[in-house]
């Protein structure tokens, strides 16, 4: 047992140990610990805190949440307003930015501070005597609200400054934003939630009126009237579920996008939501500062914020000149789809403090910078129709056509509405104009409809009850998202689709048998089935409407060739539910034989390390259906062979234990394909580059995990080396596909 006094230091001890791995964890992306460590040091402290009251700080790691607050949060005057920026929307605009500032300042060449315009919501904290004393949003720049208790929760955010400094005041300026990831994680919980509400409600209504019904019946003493109520009961119930989910759907549960999610989520009055939320914050500017000499330049005030303890973007550079800017601009333009959180477009700030000074303000925005804007990544346009794609396995996909929109760089026609849900949700019909985002990920969605543009008698938009290729019945199972055409053999959408998949590039890989000729061998009724590709003659082939002599010449030698197989590919090419490249790996490498892998039931399969009980059921249940089994024989009968990969005996190489991060296109490999061979060999391999980081790989336009590979030293692998690196782990022949 400690004495009071020696609690008292430890518990110091203990702050200031985990203030240091938080900064690590959250804001550098680099721990130094286990997460276990990190809790272990966490409950230490809490239980410390617990027995010595005597001891609390409200600038505690502990003390990040705070209670509810009643009412509506407070206006705070800002010391110092929080300014806007200009922008520029192109490069002639640029240079004639950079022209006024040579002038001005009567120089050739202006050193800049280039940095990520994160698009969240601007942020002033307060720091006196070391302590966070007010977070405050920009409101009209003049004026904000006090979001202390909410800011105090985002982790990477320090609470008290570090002791060496002789600070007595600094404001710092940042951005709060959230995530993609962490956005999308947000916005699938929310409308989890939101059903689950509904659940309740439904649930709860249904027993008060059971219970009505009931003490109805007992008052009139009829008792044997049990089997009417519960039709009645049932009756009701489905009415009940109509109305509700109509306008459960109705309401939008969801965020449309990361800056609104984060916007709503710092302006809460309960700091206990504001923590569950992913917030982060990155942190550009010092607004004020007493007790020490300010550094000089744009970059190294930014270099002492990150001393300091607070996050500050990896992404920022210094460039020499408007050249170099505008190199950074499209450099960071080209990476913004890898990046997690959005940018809306890259800031250049003049780096000396001093001709910041000199150049000063105009009217709300500063001479000094300039933001340069990316291409919007939300655009309006309008619905024209609305179709329904059927996938391999029968799903229902419905497609919004759309009036062909510029975002984000890439003009769209298409955007997904997922499924039947979704299209009630956003209540999308044809004719609505809509907003469309295109942001990381390539597939467009629609976020909103907007309803003040909706053309009048506009109708609601009737999900088809059959397939529009078959003529099968949509079906949707209980509790699923998904709707299916039931027509499996007899969907000629679904063969197409199913063919299409056998063929591609990761699967048997048939050059020259793209989806417009899939669609002709199948209208024609020459395949029925995956095998028939095999049996195709160079007559009919001909006889097609795209193809030539020589066409259908390369089409039997590309079909030829690509009878010798490698297993995992062919398992690919299969389809079989949930296994994609980097299962058929660990298939192939677990099974001496395709024969062994067709005869294990779901058990055994489920005891393999790496497989999954949905994985082992979908497989086990893929090989038992009789089709499947003869689709497989008919396969082999047509010749098809694959060399076997040897099973994997070694850990002893330069790649095992080691942390390699993967960035760009490989041509030769997917990455999920690179990963499960590293993994094979007992590496692992990681999101981001740190010091942990050993090996860097890149492809094809590799992100800025290039960049910091190069400013961290560590070891850059290109396609070849890495190669040769794999080869020479594999000495003893662990993968010999
Ligand atoms: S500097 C006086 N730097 O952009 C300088 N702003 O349009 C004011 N923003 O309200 C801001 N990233 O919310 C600056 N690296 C960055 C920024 C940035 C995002 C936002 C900020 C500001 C708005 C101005």
């Known amino acids: ?68 607050l009643s009412g509506a949060l407070t206006e705070v005057r800002h010391a110092v307003p929080m300014l806007s920026l200009n922008n520029v929307f192109n490069e002639h605009d640029a240079r004639e930015f950079d022209r006024r500032i040579r002038e001005a300042t009567d120089v050739d060449s202006v050193e800049y501070m280039v940095e990520p315009k994160i698009d969240g919501l601007a942020i002033s904290l307060v720091y006196e005597y070391r302590k966070l004393v007010q977070g405050a949003t920009r409101g009209d720049g003049e004026m904000g609200e006090d979001v202390t208790r909410n800011v105090r929760t985002i982790r990477s955010v320090p609470l008290e400054l570090p002791q060496e400094t002789g600070l007595t005041l600094l404001e710092v300026r940042g951005e709060v934003f959230m995530g993609r990831s962490g956005f999308n994680q947000l916005n699938q ?79 809460q009055l309960d700091p206990q939501i504001t923590s569950d939320r992913p917030l982060d914050a990155m942190f550009y500017s010092i607004a004020r500062c007493e007790g020490i000499e300010l ?26 000149g408007i050249d170099e800017c505008l190199r950074s601009h499209q450099s960071l333009l080209e990476n913004r789809d890898q990046m997690d959180y959005d940018i809306d477009g890259v800031v250049y700030k ?43 396995t029968g799903a229902v996909s419905p497609v919004a056509r759309l009036a062909p929109v510029e975002v984000a760089g ?21 004719g609505d104009t809509v907003i469309i985002r295109r942001a990381g990920d390539v597939i467009p969605q629609v976020v909103q409809v907007v309803l003040d543009k909706r053309p009048e008698g506009s109708l609601p938009y009737e999900f088809p009850k059959t397939c529009p290729v078959c003529g099968s019945q949509i079906v949707r199972d209980e509790g699923a998202a998904v709707s299916r055409c039931t027509g499996k053999l007899i969907c000629s959408a ?40 095999f049996q195709l003659r160079a007559d009919q082939l001909e006889s097609l409407e795209r193809m030539g002599e020589k066409s259908t010449h390369n089409l039997l030698t590309a079909i030829e060739s690509s009878k010798v197989a490698t297993l995992p590919k062919f398992l690919v090419a299969l389809g079989i539910p949930h296994v994609g490249e980097s299962m058929a790996i660990i298939l192939s490498d677990s099974f001496p034989s395709l024969t062994e892998l067709m005869e294990k039931d779901e058990v055994e399969l489920s005891s393999i390390r790496g497989i999954g009980p949905i994985v082992a059921k979908s497989i086990a249940e893929f090989f038992s259906e009789q089709r499947n089994r003869e689709t497989v024989d008919a396969l082999i009968d047509c010749g098809i062979q694959f060399e076997r990969p040897q099973l994997s005996s070694s850990g002893d190489n330069r790649v095992s234990g080691k942390k ?73 022949g662990i993968l010999q596909d």
């Open 295 to 320: 550094p000089n330049s744009q970059s190294s005030q930014i270099a002492l914020l990150k001393q300091l303890g607070f996050k500050t973007s990896p992404d920022s550079s210094v460039a020499s």
């Open 350 to 392: 003049v780096n000396s403090i001093a001709d910041q000074e000199k150049l000063g303000f105009i009217t709300r925005a500063p001479r000094w910078a300039a933001a340069h804007k990316f291409p919007a990544q939300e655009r309006k346009t309008t619905i024209e129709g609305i179709d329904v794609q059927i996938g391999r």
């Open 410 to 430: 890439a003009v769209i026609s298409n955007a997904t509405l997922h499924n039947e849900d979704e299209i009630k949700r956003l209540d999308a019909r044809i």
């Open 1 to 68: 047992m400690l004495n009071a006094g020696e609690a008292g230091q430890r518990i110091e001890a203990l702050r200031q140990q985990i203030r240091q791995h938080s900064h690590r964890y959250y804001s550098l992306d680099d721990p130094s610990i286990t997460d276990h460590e990190y809790d272990q040091l966490f409950k230490e402290l809490t239980e410390l805190e617990r027995d010595y009251p005597q001891y609390y700080s409200d600038s505690s790691p502990t003390q990040r949440v705070g209670s509810k």
């Open 660 to 732: 390699f991060v993967l960035t760009g296109t490989l041509s030769d490999m997917s990455r999920p394909q690179a990963k499960a061979r590293l993994e094979k060999f007992g590496a692992s391999v990681v999101s981001s580059v740190s010091n942990n980081t050993d090996y860097v790989v890149i492809g094809n336009s590799p992100g800025s995990k290039l960049d910091k590979a190069r400013k961290l030293n560590i070891p850059v692998l290109d396609e070849e080396k890495f190669k040769a690196l794999l080869n020479e782990a594999d000495s003893d």
């Open 189 to 267: 919980r929310l409308i989890r939630e939101a059903a689950e509400r509904e659940q309740q409600k439904k649930d709860q209504a249904l027993r008060k009126k059971k219970n009505n019904l009931k003490n109805q019946d007992k008052a009139h003493g009829d008792e044997d009237d049990e089997c009417k109520l519960e039709v009645q009961v049932r009756d009701t119930d489905n009415i009940a579920t109509d109305s509700q989910q109509q306008s459960a759907s109705n309401k939008r549960v969801t965020y449309m996008n990361p800056r609104n999610a984060a916007a709503g989520s710092l302006r």
């Open 494 to 533: 679904q063969l197409k689709q199913s063919i299409s998949h056998f063929v591609s590039r990761g699967a048997m890989d048939v050059e020259g048998l793209g989806p417009a000729v899939v669609s002709e061998l199948v209208d024609q009724k020459l395949v029925s089935n995956v095998a028939d590709i």
